[in-house]
């Protein structure tokens, strides 16, 4: 491939003089863009997001119409819920993948939360999902 063709495609974001929007999915958060997804013609969504101050999460069960989504807690921590697997604790040094059109929510963030999301396609849509169905544990014998 030619020299050309690799320079409309190479991406650079560096932090000095990067800025953070409160337009993003979750307005409990602010969101820096890496230019993935211009550099990837929308095939890929990559984004630093961290916890605005004063802001909680509601706690509101969605899932997203995502082939992949995976997140890197930089500094922080989180507590997720999943259906079927229950609550997970997230902090710093933690990486998810969140399988496709999983139901989730978040239920608390520290004030301090940073985390830098992947997410493909790089234009997708969430809706709102009603609290999963309680998953029954099985019934447990006494070996009294």
Known sequence: MPARAYRKRFSVSHRKGARFSRRGLRGYFEYRDLGIQRATRGKVVAHVIRARPGRAPHGEWHWHDVDV???????????????????????????????????????RHSRDLT??????????????????????????RSRG
């Open 115 to 140: 985390m830098i999301e992947f997410v493909s396609p790089a234009r997708f849509r969430t809706y709102s999902a009603e609290k999963p169905a309680a998953r029954r544990s099985p019934a447990r």
């Open 69 to 107: 989504q995976f997140v890197y807690v930089l500094k922080g921590s989180a507590v997720f819920e999943y259906e079927g697997i229950g609550r997970v604790h997230m902090q710093a040094g933690t990486c998810f993948y969140q399988p496709p059109r999983i139901r989730h929510r978040e239920i």
